[in-house]
């Protein structure tokens, strides 16, 4: 019956683009058997809709309606075209690593001289010639989540990146993924990050769209392995075109005595949904995840963490903050778990919408899996409007309204930019919000 | 040409009339109390004033310099120098006084055609002015208000009132929730802004204030409207006979 459910028109299309695609998708053996049933698994299931639990507020079907066709690999207008977008995006001081339309393209990233200790490859190069331990590692994602099969499915091209034990990174590693095209296409992206012991970086990741490129979905995955005594400082920035989809999830590993610092701000793309499970396997570890949404016209931009606490003597706190205007919708879905032996967790989660229409909507779904007994966890979700009395003392002391909306929104999205810890992608985020700002008035 | 005039003004708020026909003018270098019971329509006055929203004005006019201030926005009318002090001065988490400050200036500033202040001028500027005023610097680096006791509060509206350089102060109830040595830093600092070119309207519940900050013109509201005018001395015959008489008048 799923199958018949599946058979739809959009279904068969995308059937063939995969038939098509399947020699342009690198890796043999295992590899291709791996695809093979992630797509069989997402043809099965197909996009997922409103009736499905964790896809409630944020129904493909509706809202993206069709997998588009596999992007083109990027010509040379195209390149030139990302190379201006790149241009603009890019992180002074950072080493760029740059996936046009799904393709990795060396000539806009910087992978020379690299530090002792650091490895970049691309994952199309990791998938034909790496060793058979690492492919597997890329394709263990499970396929109960129709777009993370869809993307194990359909992968082209990413980094793999590994840093070696000892090694602390000063410069902060980009990302970058661009669309470049004004035809309707798709990429699919896949990355590795893996730390080792007493290790160190700041990964920045960019999503963003050339000049020209209008609606383009961008499906991406990424693998994150923080070893024991390890750092990751990561900011995520969805500046995806106004007309575009993102799809995005990470899976996180800590080892123990680790720090994942991480920070994600959407102020792009029409519909975005960003899933991130994030898994604590070593004792004595802290994770601090947020996020901003900054949201008008009729954006919907989903974010879906979940946090494993496995183990004992772990912390977690996840402050996420949200902005709607116009007819825009927010949602989050934090999802903690503490399980029997992660006694001394201290998981905390709080969540705050502010809308600034009354055609706009939040939507907050915290919760809590509690099953060892000494533990702290505490969540909280508020939405409102702006506080007219504060809009009135700002007004009075003569802010315009425009002004004054603006120095409380900025407020409002401090506190979860404040905890960036990396002063830079500290000063980065305020300055996305500025631009959304100013885009606004 | 008088400063501030308040012309016959009726006020709704929600079907209810408040202000039933009131009339004041205000000329430069005057301080004006105004006194009344609870409920007299005092702060709505000067919510009024101000352009709080909320307030439905069905008749009468309130004139700045000749101009309808009913009909330009809270933010031009700050602009042109009319300023509230507010009687519970709100609290703006993740907004820093010295930010505040800062924007709210330039964005006068601006409004007038006049240059903007950069971070160094500004921060100079402030500080003379918090010196001044004996206002610690750490207030300024706190969030608007945030974990500010009563005092200090009143003192940042002040610290705004001397920053600004208004032409007009209205100050609502500004003894409400001080103890009587706050009270007295708050009057030096309204004192220490007087000047023949600005004009203060005072207003207040109690007399008490009125020893501190001495005032040209008393007025007594009830029900909506003025029910006497007087000198300062009218204020004392109030704390000795109390607002009983008036409200049997209005």
Redo the contacts between chains.
Sequence with gaps: MNLVLAKNETGRALSDSFAIARDRLPGVGKVAEARSAAFEAYERAGLPHRRIEDWKYTDLRALMREVLPLAPAPDAAALKRAAAAVKLQAIRGARPLVLVDGVFVPKLSDVGGLEKGLTIRTLRDVLETGDAALQAELFTPDNANPMVALNSAMTTDGVVIEIADGLVLKQPLQIIHVASGPAPAAMFTRSLLRLGRDAGVTLVESYIAADGAKVYQAHDFLIIAIGDNSRLDHVRLVEDGREAFNISSAVVTLGAHAHFNTFGMTSGAAVSRYQGTIAFAGEHSRVETNGVNLLNGRQHADTTLFMDHAVPHCASREVFRAVADDRAHSVFQGRIIVRPDAQKTDAKMMTRALLLSDDAEADNKPELEIFADDVTCGHGATTGALDESLLFYLRARGLSEKEAQALLIQAFVGEAIESIANDDLRELAIAATRRWLEARS | MSLLEVKDLKVRVEEREILHGLTLTVNPGEVHAIMGPNGSGKSTLSHVI????GYEVTDGQILFRGEDLLEM???E???KGV??A?QY??E????TTW??LH???N??RK?RGQSQLSSPEFLKKVREVAKSLNIPQDMLKRGVNVGFSGGEKKRNEIL?MAL?EPAVCILDEMDSGLDIDALRIAADGVNALRSPDRAMVVITHYQRLLNYIIPDFVHVMSRGRVVKSGGKDLALELEASGYAQFEDAA
């Design positions: 101000a352009g709080k929203p926005e809270p933010d009318r700050a602009a300023f509230l507010f001065p709100v703006i988490p993740g907004v930010n505040f924007t709210a200036l964005a006068q409004a705004q600004f």
